[in-house]
């Protein structure tokens, strides 16, 4: 069973203000995306970030905030994560398809829970 509450003290170690918090991969897009998700400390909140080879814009929900989210947060965050419409080109809005692969140092469950998830939709 998942800690849903899990919560991290802190994401930032020995005075550094950036760290990765997620890798994501997405096996069914189109191009088999990687997308990588930071967490920046600015200004005394935590600001996340989402990058991709491309350079798309990426829309978070919360954007920042002021301590580290907990385990079922950071879920909420991944699978709300959306392309900002207004930059979008081609068919870009399909490198998030289907349910992602996930690694991350910060939230060691998050990889079996989003395997679980795909073994229960047959993606695995």
Known sequence: ?????????????????????VRLRYPESTWGEQISLYAH????????????FYGNEYMLYPSSTWEPLSFEDVIYLIEGMQLNQDAVEGNIEL????IPQAESDVY????????????NY???
Do not use: H
Request: hydrophobic share 35%; charged share 35%.
């Open 1 to 21: 069973m998942f800690d849903f509450k899990y919560q991290p003290e802190t994401y930032f170690k020995n005075d550094s203000t950036s760290v990765l918090l």
């Open 41 to 52: 400390f600015l200004e005394g909140k935590i600001q996340f970030e989402v990058v991709d």
């Open 95 to 98: 490198v998030l398809d289907g």
């Open 108 to 119: 060691p469950e998050l990889s079996k829970y989003f395997a679980e998830k795909r073994k």
């Open 122 to 124: 047959g993606l695995d």
